[in-house]
């Protein structure tokens, strides 16, 4: 059978249909013909040959077919002229390689429509670009992008949203500053690429920019600055936001109530996020744990649990982010046996514990003062305990003033900055020999304080919050 493919792909380079309609038939005798390489051989030698309805029998018969398959059949309607049906087959295809766009580009180009030729190549070099861009591949995306004769928006689009990904923020502005005219997609990829990227008040900042120049915001857009607004607590920026949504007849699907959900949530007012949230028709994992991490973070904690246990009997699936965030909520709470028993149901949804799940659960165990079996998780942990986990046992053993469990631990997973705490607790406990031996052994370590951060308001306007570097100092 494997010599078949190879003698009809010769028959169609000469011409020969006479002998390639006679493997044909030896073909089906041997039921061959079911083969997907022996059926693309087949209607690819009908295509070549003119004879298109017998390509088209071959095609139609065909139980299995591939893009080649696709691609030999386009191309035999290319060639025999039927331009109108190769392009609804071009339409129907699942899967498009550039074969595929070069068939329509020459096929077009051969029936002396140059228009639709010319679309077709944007297109093709515009697939292209997206394709690199969305593998990460930016050098070659950018390659491609610099070659193209023509470009569309949705090229434009493409470079700036690959750049902002690969956290390439600069190029991706240059990029959208190249452009003499911008759509509303371009716009959206700017401020979907800033907010991702944690630039809230540049995102805020080009989606006031982009309604001066005359473009009315979308639902994509809205959901970015919301996002924007949830990460910078903005409130009453979101409130706004909220009511422009309203006054514009924005439709409220659901990425936009989610973004509602997740924006009220985060600065604060639990009270219309929940309101939005219960007149949601459907819910999915995302405005659950946007409510039950705002719950959690606001020192709601009852009703960060309650809520838990409602999706969790709603039949939508916790995932990482819900753990972590009922976790930290039993934490806060003290509610130990409720956060040993969440903790546990993990496996029921098949999820492995994180690093930071391990965490919750170490600051749940030490705030309880339940020390020794925090120390014996943090021992029996499948993964090597990071500054999180060790020092919500510090902060226990301070409280405490228990400092063997925290040696024991150092001895095996010491961190710089931990033997400086360690030291306060010493000194603090009035052990000075100790505490000035724990900063004997953080100095030794050339240990560095880590460089701070404070938010500070230069003027009224919300958008206005910088951040400043304070000084670094070593210890």
């Given at each position: ?332 709470a003290g509610f130990v046996e409720e956060g040993l028993e969440i ?133």
């Amino acid at each position: 059978m494997g010599v078949v493919p190879l003698v009809l792909k010769a028959c169609a380079a000469l011409s020969l249909v006479s002998l390639g309609k006679a493997l044909h038939a030896e073909s089906v005798k041997s039921r061959f013909d079911y083969n997907v390489m022996v059926g693309t051989a087949l209607l690819d030698l009908y295509g070549k040959c003119g004879e298109i309805r017998s390509a088209r029998k071959v095609f139609d018969y065909m139980p299995e077919r591939n893009v080649i398959t696709w691609n030999a059949m386009v191309g035999g309607y290319m060639k025999s002229g039927d331009v109108k049906t190769a392009f609804l087959l071009f339409e129907n295809m699942s899967e498009k390689t550039i074969v595929t766009w070069n068939e329509m580009i020459y096929g077009y180009a051969r029936h002396g429509d140059i228009v639709m030729a010319r679309r077709m190549n944007v297109v093709t070099w515009s697939v292209m670009v997206d394709a690199y861009a969305s593998n990460g591949d930016m050098d070659a995306s950018r390659e491609l992008f610099e070659m193209m004769p023509r470009r569309n928006f949705y090229v434009w689009s493409s470079m700036i949203s690959g750049y902002f990904k690969k956290g390439d923020v600069k190029s991706a502005k240059g990029i959208f500053d190249r452009m003499t005219t911008k759509s509303l997609v371009n716009w959206n990829s700017l401020i979907c690429g800033y907010t991702q990227n944690g630039l809230c008040e540049d995102a805020l900042e080009a989606f006031i920019k982009m309604q001066d120049e005359g473009l009315e915001p979308d639902e994509v857009t809205v959901v970015s600055v919301l996002s924007a607004c949830a990460q910078l607590a903005f409130l009453e920026v979101g409130k706004d936001i909220h009511k422009m949504i309203i006054r514009k007849g924005i439709e409220l699907n659901q990425y936009v109530l989610n973004g509602l959900v997740d924006m009220y949530a985060k600065c604060g007012d639990l009270g219309n996020a929940k309101l939005i949230f219960e007149g949601m028709k459907v819910k999915n994992d995302a405005p659950w744990n946007s409510l039950i991490s705002g719950f959690a973070n606001h020192s709601h904690c009852v009703e960060a649990i309650n809520f838990f246990e409602r999706m969790d009997s709603s039949g939508v699936k916790p995932n990482d982010i819900t753990f972590l965030s009922v976790l930290s909520a039993c934490a806060h709470a003290g509610f130990v046996e409720e956060g040993l028993e969440i903790f546990s149901r993990m496996e029921k949804y098949a999820l492995t514990p994180s690093i930071k799940h391990y965490g919750c659960l170490v600051d749940l165990l030490g705030r309880a003062g339940r020390l020794k079996e925090a120390c014996d998780l943090i021992k029996g942990m499948p993964v090597r305990p990071n500054k999180t986990v060790l020092g919500a046992l510090l902060g226990a053993c301070w409280v405490d003033s228990d400092t063997k469990v925290m040696e024991k631990l150092l001895k095996d997973f010491g961190d710089d900055a931990h033997y400086v705490i360690l030291s306060n607790i010493y000194a603090a406990a009035e052990r000075w020999e100790k505490a000035e031996r724990m900063r004997f052994a953080s100095s030794n370590k050339r240990s560095q304080k880590t460089t701070g951060c404070s938010l500070v308001m230069l003027d009224r306007q919300e958008t206005s919050m910088q951040v400043l570097p304070e000084k670094t100092s070593k210890t």
